[in-house]
C-alpha cells in the first residue's frame, strides 16, 4: 500500500490500518489511453463486454467494475483476481493493469508574506480576470458553509466549466454558488480497499462535504473570498483570503480519513479535465520511492492534464530525507514548504523566571505553575527510563505524573506525537513538554496545554530541572510573533530531491510557505484540534504549499489565458528566489543548515513576478516524449503512459536537454553542451544578457551570451558549455545561469554529478 501525507502529518494523521478484506480480490485499474467512442455509455458498454469475456458473466463483470473512465482516456477499476487481471492485461485494447495504491493527503498572512496585496493594487485588471480561472482540488471535500467561500461580487460561472453539483449526504445544490461551482465525490475505491467507511468510527459526508478539514483548508487557501478579521483562538489574527479570490473552485473529493485510492483519483483527474478546469491542485501523493511514471496514477492522469494544457500542481511529501520527493514528473509542478515571516510562539515560564520558547497552538494561558517531570524520571515499574523517556503507552508510572507538566523525547523523527500526548492526559498529567526537532514546523494542538520545544532550549530546561530539587513551569498562551528573520526557510519536514526516477530533472521545482499556515476548516474535524470545533484552523505540511503554488499560476493563466502548462511553470520557477529577507541564501530548519535546489529547486515563489517573466521556457508533450526516449523509454512503457502505440524518434537528444526552465545533468561525463530555447514576452525589442553562477569544479560559457528580442514571441535558442576539471565524487554541485534586461530576472538553478573529466 502506498501512501501520501498530508500534513506534517507526525502530529496529525497517522492512523494504522490493516487492508480492509481483499484478501483474493484486488482492486486493479485497467488503462486503455485515449479512446474514439462517441459518448461514455459507449465506453461503459465496452467495457462491460470486455470484462464479461473473463468475469463469465455479464452481471459478475458489472458488479465488479467501480469506476469507468469515459472521458480524457478510456479504462476502468475493478475488484479482480490476479488471474483476471492477468487475462485482462492481455487484451490487445488494453494498455496496462495496475493495482490501485492508496495515498495519503500530505493562512492569511502567507499572502501577505508573498506581496500579493501590492498585487491587486498594481494589477487589479489582472486580479480580476482570475474569475475566468477554475482551479479543481482533489481532496477532502469542502465546508461549503465557510465564510470563505461566499460568493459576493463574482459573476457568472465560467460558460467553458461542464462540471456538475453532485448533491449527497448534507449537501444539497445550494452548497454549490459563484464560487464552489463543482462538487463531485468519489469512495468505490476507498471502499474497495479499506471497507466500509462507518468502520473508521469519525464523521464523514457521503458527499463533497469534508468531514477531515485538510480540503476545506486547501480549498480556501487557492482562491478563498476575503474575511476579515479571523484567527485561531486570537492565533494569527488578520484577513482571511486565498491566493486567488476571485477564482473558481470546482471540488473533488477522493480522499477519505487521510488516505485517498488510486483508483478514485484517477477517476476524479478524469472528470476535471474533462470539467473544464485550468489547474489540478493535488495536495497528495505517494509515500517514497516515487514509483515509475509507468505505473503511477499521478503520473499518468497528470500527463494526459498536461497534454490537455490544464496545470496541475502537487505536493512533494512530507518525508524529511534526501530522495523521498513524490510527484517528480516534468509535467507536474511539485512544490516543497518552507516559512514565513511569522512565528507562533507558546513560552514556557520556569519557577526561576527564566523563559523557554516553544512552539504550538495553544488557546489558554496556565494560570499557576506546576512541578515538572521528565518521563524518564516518571518510568513505570519495569520500564528503563530511557524507554519511558518516550512517553508510550503504558510506560508512565501514574503516580509520578498527575498533576505535573511532562517533558517527553522522540524516539524517531516519525514517532507519533499525537499518542504520547494521550498517554500523559490518561496518566493525569496536566500539560506537556516535547523536545523536537520540528518543533517549529508544526503547530501542535491539543486538549491539554503543550509546547515543543527544541533542542538547544531542551538544554536550558534540563539544567533548570537538575538545579532544583521541586522544580515548576508553566505554559503561556500562544503569542503571534511577527516579522521574523530569516524568513523563509525549509521546513524540517519537506521532501528533499533528487529526483529518483529522472534524475536530470531537479525536483521539488518550488517552494512556497507551508509551515503554521491559517486557512478555513471543518468545524466537525476536532481530533486534531484538541476536541475544539473551528472555522479556521492552523496546520503545516506541503499539502500547505501546493495550493499556494496552485493560486499562483491562477494568477498567471489569467494573465496569460494562452500559455501552456510548461510556460506557465517557467513563470513560476525563473522568477523565484532563493534569498530570504536578510539577504542570505535560504538556509533550512532546525539548525539553518545549507540547503540546495534539492530542497526548493528553483527557490521560493514571487508572484509579482511570476506574472511577467520576461522569458520563458516552453516544452510540449512531444518534447516529454522525447525526453523519455532519451532516458531509455520502451514503446511498452510510452503506451502505457500515452495510451498511444510511439516509437521514439531516432534523434540523439539527451535527458538534460528537454526544454525544463531548471538545468540538471546527473551524470556529466567529459565536456557537453545543454541545449535551451527561450521565448519573449515584452513589448518592444530587449537584449538578454547571461550571468553564471558556476558549480564548483566545471568551467561554464554560453554561446550566445546575450539575446537579441525584436518582438514578443521571437524563439532564440543557446548552449550551455561544461568543460569539468573536477570531479565531483558522487555528490551535486550547483551554480546557476540567469538571463537579464536589467528589469527582469530569468533564472535557472544548474545541478551537476561530475562523473569524469
Ligand atoms: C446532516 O443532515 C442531517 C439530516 O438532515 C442533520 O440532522 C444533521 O444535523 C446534518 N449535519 C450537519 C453537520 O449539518
Ligand atoms: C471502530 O470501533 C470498533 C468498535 O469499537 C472497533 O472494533 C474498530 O477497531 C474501530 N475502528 C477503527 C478504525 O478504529
Ligand atoms: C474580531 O473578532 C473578535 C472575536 O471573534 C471580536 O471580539 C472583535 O470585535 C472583532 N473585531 C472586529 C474589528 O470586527
Ligand atoms: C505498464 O504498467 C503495468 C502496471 O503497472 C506494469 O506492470 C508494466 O510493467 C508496465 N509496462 C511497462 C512496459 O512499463
Ligand atoms: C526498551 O526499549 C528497547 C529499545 O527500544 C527495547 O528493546 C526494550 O524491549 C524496551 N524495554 C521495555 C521493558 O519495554
Ligand atoms: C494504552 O494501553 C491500554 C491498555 O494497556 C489501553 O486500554 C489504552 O487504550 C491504550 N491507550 C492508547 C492511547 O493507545
Ligand atoms: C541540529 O543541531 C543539534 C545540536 O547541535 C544536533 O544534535 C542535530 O543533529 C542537528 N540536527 C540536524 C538536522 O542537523
Ligand atoms: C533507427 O535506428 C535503428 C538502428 O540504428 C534502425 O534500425 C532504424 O531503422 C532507425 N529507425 C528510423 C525510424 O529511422
Ligand atoms: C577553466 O577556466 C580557467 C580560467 O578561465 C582556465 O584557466 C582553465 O584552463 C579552464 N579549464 C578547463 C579544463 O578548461
Request: hydrophobic share 40%.
Amino acid at each position: 500500500m502506498k501512501v501520501v501525507k498530508l500534513f506534517a502529518v507526525i502530529w496529525l494523521f497517522t492512523f494504522t490500518l490493516t487492508n480492509g478484506g481483499a484478501s483474493k480480490r484486488k482492486l486493479y485499474i485497467v488503462y486503455m489511453g485515449d479512446h474514439s467512442f462517441q459518448d461514455s455509455e459507449s465506453v461503459i458498454a465496452a467495457n462491460h463486454e470486455m470484462l464479461t469475456s473473463v468475469m463469465g458473466s455479464y452481471k459478475g463483470a458489472k458488479d465488479a467494475v467501480l469506476h469507468h473512465y469515459t472521458k480524457s482516456f478510456r479504462g476502468f477499476s475493478a475488484m479482480l483476481t490476479s488471474d483476471q487481471a492477468k487475462q485482462l492485461a492481455e487484451s490487445d485494447s488494453v494498455i496496462s493493469v495496475f493495482e490501485s495504491k492508496t495515498y495519503r493527503k500530505h493562512t492569511t498572512h502567507s499572502w501577505e508574506f508573498l506581496g500579493i496585496n501590492n498585487l491587486e493594487k498594481y494589477h487589479q485588471p489582472l486580479m480580476d480576470s482570475t474569475s475566468n480561472v477554475i482551479v479543481g482540488v482533489i481532496d477532502s471535500g469542502v465546508w461549503p458553509e465557510s465564510k470563505s467561500f461566499n460568493d459576493y461580487g463574482l459573476g457568472p460561472v465560467p460558460v467553458k466549466f461542464k462540471g456538475v453539483c453532485l448533491t449527497g449526504e448534507n449537501f444539497t445544490l445550494s452548497n454549490c454558488n459563484r464560487k464552489i461551482i463543482g462538487a463531485r465525490f468519489y469512495y468505490k475505491g476507498f471502499l474497495a480497499e479499506y471497507g466500509p467507511l462507518e468502520s473508521f468510527n469519525h464523521t464523514f459526508f457521503l458527499s463533497a462535504r469534508d468531514g477531515d478539514g485538510h480540503g476545506t483548508h486547501t480549498a480556501s487557501t487557492i482562491a478563498g473570498s476575503v474575511v476579515p478579521n479571523v484567527s485561531v483562538y486570537g492565533i494569527g489574527k488578520g484577513t482571511a483570503r486565498g491566493g486567488a479570490p476571485g477564482a473558481r473552485l470546482a471540488i473533488y473529493k477522493a480522499c477519505w480519513f487521510n488516505f485517498c485510492s488510486d483508483a478514485d483519483i484517477l477517476s476524479a483527474i478524469d472528470d476535471a479535465i474533462d470539467d473544464g478546469v485550468d489547474i489540478i491542485s493535488m495536495s497528495l501523493g505517494p509515500d517514497p520511492p516515487q514509483p515509475i511514471y509507468f505505473s503511477d496514477s499521478i503520473s499518468i492522469g497528470s500527463f494526459h492534464a498536461f497534454q490537455k494544457a490544464v496545470v496541475v500542481s502537487a505536493s512533494a511529501g512530507n518525508s524529511f530525507f534526501p530522495k523521498t520527493a513524490c510527484n517528480v514528473a516534468p509535467w507536474i509542478l511539485t512544490v516543497a514548504a518552507s516559512t514565513m515571516d511569522r512565528e507562533i510562539q507558546t513560552n514556557i515560564y520556569l519557577g526561576n523566571s527564566q523563559v523557554i520558547k516553544g512552539f504550538s497552538v495553544n488557546p489558554t494561558e496556565m494560570e499557576s505553575f506546576h512541578g515538572i517531570v521528565a518521563g524518564s524520571a516518571a518510568a513505570a515499574p519495569g520500564i528503563p527510563p530511557r524507554n519511558a523517556s518516550y512517553c508510550k503507552n503504558n510506560t508512565l508510572d501514574p503516580a509520578l505524573i498527575k498533576g505535573k507538566l511532562v517533558v517527553c523525547t522522540l524516539e524517531e523523527i516519525r514517532d507519533d506525537r499525537r499518542a504520547k500526548a494521550i498517554t500523559v492526559k490518561q496518566g493525569g498529567g496536566v500539560g506537556f513538554i516535547f523536545v523536537d526537532p520540528l518543533a517549529r514546523d508544526i503547530g501542535a494542538q491539543f486538549e491539554l496545554p503543550l509546547a515543543l520545544i527544541s533542542l538547544e532550549e531542551a538544554e536550558k530546561l534540563q539544567a533548570y530541572m537538575a538545579s532544583e530539587k521541586y522544580p515548576v513551569a508553566r505554559i503561556s498562551k500562544t503569542m503571534t510573533i511577527l516579522p521574523t528573520k530569516p524568513a523563509p526557510e525549509m521546513a524540517m519536514f519537506s521532501s528533499v530531491g533528487p529526483n529518483i526516477i529522472t534524475p536530470d530533472i531537479i525536483k521539488p521545482d518550488i517552494t512556497a510557505p507551508g509551515v503554521n499556515v491559517l486557512a478555513a476548516w471543518s468545524p466537525l474535524s476536532t481530533d486534531y484540534t484538541g476536541g475544539r470545533s473551528i472555522d479556521y484552523n492552523i496546520i503545516s505540511g506541503t499539502s500547505m504549499s501546493c495550493p499556494h503554488v496552485s493560486a499562483l499560476a491562477a494568477i498567471v493563466k489569467s494573465g496569460h489565458p494562452s500559455w501552456s502548462p510548461a510556460a506557465i511553470k517557467s513563470a513560476i520557477m525563473t522568477t523565484a528566489t532563493i534569498q530570504d529577507n536578510t539577504r542570505s541564501i535560504i538556509t533550512r530548519h532546525p539548525n539553518g543548515s545549507q540547503t540546495s535546489p534539492f530542497d526548493y529547486g528553483s527557490g521560493h515563489i514571487n508572484p509579482a513576478a511570476a506574472i511577467d517573466p520576461g522569458l520563458v521556457y516552453d516544452f510540449d508533450a512531444s518534447d516529454i516524449i522525447d525526453f523519455l526516449c532519451s532516458t531509455g523509454a520502451s514503446p511498452a512503457q510510452l503506451k502505457n503512459l500515452t495510451g498511444e502505440t510511439m516509437y521514439c524518434k531516432n534523434a540523439s537528444t539527451s535527458p538534460y536537454d528537454l526544454n525544463y526552465p531548471s538545468i540538471g545533468v546527473s551524470s556529466l561525463i567529459g565536456s557537453i553542451s545543454v541545449h535551451r530555447t527561450v521565448t519573449y514576452y515584452g513589448e518592444g525589442p530587449a537584449v538578454y544578457k547571461a550571468e553564471l553562477d558556476y558549480p564548483a569544479g566545471v568551467n561554464v560559457s554560453v554561446t550566445p551570451n546575450e539575446l537579441r528580442f525584436k518582438k514578443m514571441g521571437d524563439k532564440m535558442s543557446f548552449r550551455i558549455n561544461f568543460t569539468p576539471y573536477k570531479t565531483s565524487s558522487g555528490e551535486y554541485v550547483f551554480g546557476a545561469l540567469t538571463w537579464t534586461d536589467g528589469v527582469h530576472v530569468v533564472r535557472s538553478p544548474i545541478s551537476l554529478n561530475i562523473v569524469s573529466l
